[in-house]
T-cell receptor, first 117, second 110 residues
Framework: EAGVTQSPTHLIKTRGQQATLRCSPI?????VYWYQQALGLGLQFLLW???????NRGNFPPRFSGRQFPNYSSELNVNALELEDSALYLC????????????????FGSGTRLTVV | GEDVEQSLFLSVREGDSSVINCTYT??????LYWYKQEPGAGLQLLTY?????DMKQDQRLTVLLNKKDKHLSLRIADTQTGDSAIYFC??????????FGPGTRLSVLP
């Protein structure tokens, strides 16, 4: 079974540009979560999508947005990039009903490393 | 809001036991989790404990939960060089999303 896949693995953008990151969850998982892992700051929750709807949002400005498609894959868009947006962006998926059960937790992808220059 | 704290660094000798500690604030968390992140990789679920348990053992891993003090620990027996990684504890956020600690970087010395 394929795991959570993220693309691209690396992305270099110039300040002010837009970045689009993609995530494909495990087959059958309906929930997708996005986290930002900046150097020295741990994992910061960005967004949670389930069944195509945004369910929760972390403490990030509106230029961080995303969507979930009917096949449950997801995109994270970052507009007006700033240098401090440089980070590893991790996507995770879970079964919504069972996502809170320990056996499943979240399954993470390997991340997209975004560098803003 | 919810907050999860961990010490940032731990060094142990190969073959010794490692104990990674975590404190959390959300007493309503149903599950508490431990994740491992190796260099350049995403997070891998290591183990978890249900909030009504005090202890859970899984091969070399032992999780201890003190609900009164909101303290969680992960013990790795017979630590190997392959255990070198960053370890994150995480709690549920009222069923919304997980809240992660800052991660403990475990270095295993030969």
């Amino acid at each position: 079974e394929a795991g959570v896949t993220q693309s691209p693995t690396h992305l270099i953008k110039t300040r002010g540009q837009q970045a689009t990151l993609r995530c494909s969850p495990i087959s059958g998982h309906t929930s997708v979560y996005w986290y930002q892992q900046a150097l020295g700051l741990g994992l910061q929750f960005l967004l949670w999508y389930d069944e195509g709807e945004e369910r929760n949002r972390g403490n990030f400005p509106p230029r961080f947005s995303g969507r979930q498609f009917p096949n449950y894959s997801s995109e994270l868009n970052v507009n007006a990039l700033e240098l401090e947006d440089s980070a590893l962006y991790l996507c995770a998926s879970s079964l919504e009903d069972m996502g809170r059960r320990g056996d499943y937790g979240y399954t993470f992808g390997s991340g997209t490393r975004l560098t803003v220059v | 809001g919810e907050d999860v704290e961990q010490s940032l660094f731990l060094s142990v000798r190969e073959g010794d036991s490692s104990v990674i500690n975590c404190t959390y604030t959300d007493s309503s968390s149903t599950y508490l989790y431990w994740y491992k992140q190796e260099p350049g990789a995403g997070l891998q679920l290591l183990t978890y404990i249900f909030s009504n348990m005090d202890m859970k053992q899984d091969q070399r891993l032992t999780v201890l939960l003190n609900k009164k003090d909101k303290h969680l620990s992960l013990r790795i027996a017979d630590t190997q060089t392959g255990d070198s990684a960053i370890y994150f504890c995480a709690e549920d956020n009222y069923g919304q999303n997980f809240v992660f600690g800052p991660g403990t970087r475990l270095s295993v010395l030969p």
